[in-house]
């Protein structure tokens, strides 16, 4: 439920009197449950990348090894963000790298230390979905 909670945050602030103290540099999304019910074309970040399970796309892991707490439907708006600033788009679990999965090591949150090591062409190209820890 972390993704509808953030979804509402963001709505909160952005309508706020707060919000002009706010730097939006990159939004994050690991594993959504339910991802298609939101929609992230309009929001004022730089950057917004969606990690997960490869549900339904060319060369998808079996089933038996991606996320059945939530099964990886595309965010809304993923896949169609604005030209400009904002980059973004969906990073797959990587195969082969020993990452553990499964129906529920897929979707724990332990097994995301991935995102922080993506190498630029290794990834789908989409080695932007790099994050630089803080």
């Given amino acids: 439920m972390g993704f509808a909670y953030a979804q509402g945050m963001i709505d909160v602030v952005r309508n706020s009197t707060i ?16 991802g298609s019910a939101g929609d992230v074309k309009d929001l004022p ?13 060319p060369g998808a892991d079996p089933m038996w090894l991606q996320d059945g707490v939530a099964p990886q439907v ?6 169609n963000l604005p030209s400009g600033n904002t980059k973004g788009g969906r990073a797959f679990t990587p ?20 995102i922080f090591s993506i190498q630029p062409g290794l990834q789908n190209n989409l080695s932007n979905g790099y994050v630089s820890p803080r």
């Fill in 19 to 34: 919000k002009a103290n706010i730097k939006w540099s990159g939004y994050y999304i690991l594993a959504p449950e339910n």
């Fill in 45 to 57: 970040f730089e950057e917004i990348w969606q990690y997960g399970s490869d549900l339904n796309q």
């Fill in 74 to 79: 595309a965010v809304g708006g993923i896949n």
């Fill in 95 to 114: 195969k082969n790298q020993n990452i553990p999965k499964g129906f529920v090591e897929s979707h724990s949150i332990g097994n995301y230390g991935w």
